[in-house]
């Protein structure tokens, strides 16, 4: 016979497979919110499900697509209230349109072919963590879509603990909130959050990547956009006149230093990326994204903009370079430290109870749990189980899934209430 949490290990898949056949993509260029209304379409189907389930408190809220439930106290536990995150998006990087999952079962530690007629492969030749997981079940794309293990893993994980909590009344616990958020993927996952209806004094997001992942420690992060103006003229008669936009843009590029780029960093190593860069003679514009976990090298890398912007300004003339700077989010690490570290405490000591290797490292991007502890709700950011985000070689295990939804409902019995 099957108990309950061989089926709770059954349901959180089937649950993931569902959730991500649902196009959420989110647009930063929309200028609307939520970005996109597609995202509604999951969010509905959340409320509907935490309904069934027989949560409490569940609200979707239609104007802004957020999801809140809760979990009622059980087993006398009063007091504190702790809530668990994800949001619901999915990258505008690739596509998340009919998006096709399938189960390499009992993974040889080969090749996987995504998709035979374009020969999309995903290799462990490319990707050796992927040696990590022989023997066990991948879910993969078929190599047109990304997969929306980022985020829809940590809503399906949070639903299945749920669900679980609510079939197992017999757990001691305080009350438990969720909500799951649209928009992370573009910077706007809180915007319109409402912290009072989630209630919550802690938080965890579960947004990571590979099993045991556990970081409170996050990238401060600005946007800048370069704007050139530049002067056209016939080129052949171009000498001492023409002012070439694009090639300005360029020459704004060179002066970055080049191993302060993504592709070149890991770590605690911050960097300039370059987004998006269109032009022509007389207009061309770049947009970065300006990234480091040090506060004062954060604050270096905004100043060197500023400092090549100004130079090219009296080198071309004034108005020939517009630079505009927008802080992002900030460090969670400060909110976090040393007053709420129990939090990551309690997330080390229920992975060890279940054999799972702690990996604390800084989060080389962010998390809603970043912006949510500079709101006054310490939040750090558990792991989903997936891997290559935002691209079409994304996988997750199945066993990581299973064994990250056991993780949450050990945290629960185990949390200082």
């Not at 993509?25 to 929309?30: F, H, I, K, N, V």
């Not at 995150?85 to 990258?91: N, Q, V």
């Not at 505009?324 to 709420?340: A, G, Q, R, V």
Request: charged residues 25%; negative net charge; contains cysteine.
């Amino acid at each position: 016979m099957e108990n309950g949490q061989d089926r709770m290990y059954r349901e959180v898949t089937e649950r993931f497979l569902r959730y991500c056949k649902v196009d959420t993509q989110s647009d930063e260029e929309s200028g609307t919110s939520p970005t996109t209304e597609k995202q509604k379409d999951l969010g509905r189907m959340l409320a509907a499900e935490l309904k069934e389930m027989g949560a409490s408190e569940v609200f979707f809220d239609e104007q802004n697509c957020y999801v809140y439930a809760s979990v009622p106290a059980s087993g006398g536990s009063a007091g504190k209230t702790l809530a668990f995150l994800a949001h619901m998006d999915t990258s505008p990087e690739v596509s998340g349109k009919d998006v096709t999952p399938r189960i390499v079962e009992d993974y040889d530690g080969a090749d996987i072919v995504l998709n035979q007629e374009k020969q999309i492969v995903l290799s462990p030749a490319t990707y050796p963590e992927l040696h990590a997981y022989q023997g066990q079940d991948l879910i993969v794309t078929d190599g047109a879509t990304l997969l929306g293990a980022d985020d829809k893993a940590g809503v399906a994980e949070i639903m299945t603990m749920a669900a679980f909590l609510l079939q197992h009344p017999e757990i001691p616990h305080g009350k438990i909130a969720i909500c799951f958020t649209p928009d992370e993927e573009v910077g706007q996952g809180v915007d319109h959050i409402d912290l009072n209806r989630l209630g919550a004094e802690y938080a965890y997001t579960v947004d990571g990547g590979a099993l045991g992942e556990l970081e409170y420690e996050n990238f401060n992060a600005a946007a800048a956009k370069a704007a050139f103006h530049g002067i056209s003229v016939h080129p052949g008669e171009a000498k001492g006149k023409m002012v070439n936009a694009s090639l300005l843009a360029m020459e704004f590029l060179s002066k970055l230093p080049p191993d302060a780029r993504p592709e070149n960093t890991e770590g605690y190593e911050g960097f300039f990326h370059l987004t998006e860069m269109k032009g022509s003679i007389e207009e061309a514009e770049i947009s970065l994204i300006v990234r480091d976990h040090d506060k004062e090298k954060f604050e270096e890398k905004k100043t060197l903009l500023r400092s090549i912007a100004q130079v090219m300004g009296k080198q071309y003339g004034e108005g020939t370079v517009t630079l505009t700077l927008e802080d992002s989010y900030y460090n969670m690490k400060e909110k976090i430290e040393p007053e709420h570290l129990f939090l990551v405490d309690c997330a080390k000591q229920a992975m060890e109870s279940l054999s799972i290797t702690p990996k604390v490292q800084p989060i080389r991007g962010g998390t809603d749990g970043a912006r949510l502890s500079y709101m006054g709700l310490p939040c750090p950011n558990l792991c989903a189980g997936g891997h290559n985000f935002h691209g079409r070689f994304e996988y997750i295990p199945v066993q990581s899934m299973e064994r990250i939804t056991a993780l949450l409902v050990r945290i629960v019995e185990t949390f200082p209430w």
